[in-house]
């Protein structure tokens, strides 16, 4: 009972911050939880004119799975999926945690800021943009190529196939997220207390030592909250980029679950069986989070994220 009034009462009090959370709160719910019934399409025959609860069920209710996992492609898919995402996950998550870094420093402030405000840039060009971008510049007359001729290399057409694909579909994610991604590493890094580089410098700390005494340690709760929530979008590859690299040649070495989905549900008009596949994506996302979380709390409990 005490209990019930005390949450009223903290309520009451703070009725100011309650009223703004309003609104994002309802927002959330309507966006995001209210459509969540909208996974009943994965385990029915699902026709738009009945609707939802009008389609009749699958039988069997999980016949979506089976067709998928009994695809001969299958496989192919979830490899193909699982190597770009790792992948990407391996080499741009580093990079806004070291551009941070370096950023913090600089010592010039309006050098720093400029540099800050050109990295934000390339974050808001379109997907379309980039992609046109870079299948000109890997082309035989590319500036990809006019790098491999300077260096003595032969110039050979990027876009045919898919060997070039992860280094440019890698590196263009690095160039594109790095200044964003460096944000929040930078608000962390502000709240670090100056004493300590006083301190440090007391002691005759050099750089690296102050960068691996002081800065990583005060960045590491948020690097280890965003390498989990990173870990669940492995399989939740940028298809739209992937979409916009492929080509006849490499249609089949580039198929991705995401792809795969948007082939069946918008190309092909199977809204369950694409329901179903992405289903499944979503659950593999969320046992990856909640197992990155579980091993971050047996290492260190301050800085799991529950």
């Known amino acids: 009972m005490n209990g019930k009034k005390n949450f009223w009462k903290t309520l009451a009090r703070q009725k100011t911050l309650c009223f703004m959370a309003l609104l994002p709160v309802l927002m959330i719910i309507v966006f995001k939880y209210v459509p969540m019934y909208g996974i009943l399409i994965a385990f029915k025959n699902y026709k738009a004119a009945k609707g939802i609860w009008g389609s009749p069920w699958l039988n ?33 998550f580093p990079m806004p945690i070291i551009f941070a870094i370096l950023l913090n420093e600089l010592k010039g402030k309006i050098y720093k800021r400029i540099v800050q405000t050109i990295s934000y840039i390339p974050h808001f060009i379109s997907i379309v943009v980039v992609c046109s971008m870079l299948n000109g510049f890997g082309s035989t007359s590319g500036f990809f190529n006019d790098i491999r001729a300077f260096f003595g290399a032969a110039r050979v057409d990027m876009n045919n196939g898919s060997t070039y694909f992860l280094p440019m579909y890698i590196g263009s994610a690095i160039w594109q997220g790095v200044g964003w991604g460096s944000i929040i590493y930078l608000s962390a890094l502000s709240n670090v207390d100056v004493s300590l580089y006083d301190v440090a410098n007391i002691d005759g700390a050099n750089r690296w030592q102050k960068i691996k005494h002081i800065v990583f340690p005060s960045i590491l709760p ?17 298809y739209t980029k992937i979409l916009l690299m492929q080509n006849s040649t490499n249609m089949s070495d580039l198929e991705t679950i995401a792809t795969f989905v948007y082939r ?6 199977k ?15 969320f046992i990856l989070v909640f197992g990155a979380n579980m091993i971050t709390r047996k290492i260190n409990p301050e800085n799991s994220m529950w």
């Open 264 to 269: 069946q549900g918008i190309v092909e008009g």
């Open 60 to 92: 069997p209710v999980l016949k979506n799975y089976h067709t998928f996992f009994k695809n001969v492609n299958c496989i192919q898919i979830i490899w193909n999926t699982l190597k770009i995402g790792v992948l990407t996950l391996v080499f741009t």
């Open 222 to 238: 948020t690097t280890t909250i965003m390498l989990i929530m990173n870990v669940g979008n492995v399989l939740n590859s940028d």
């Open 271 to 285: 809204f369950s069986y694409a329901t179903a596949v992405n289903l499944f994506v979503s659950v593999i996302c």
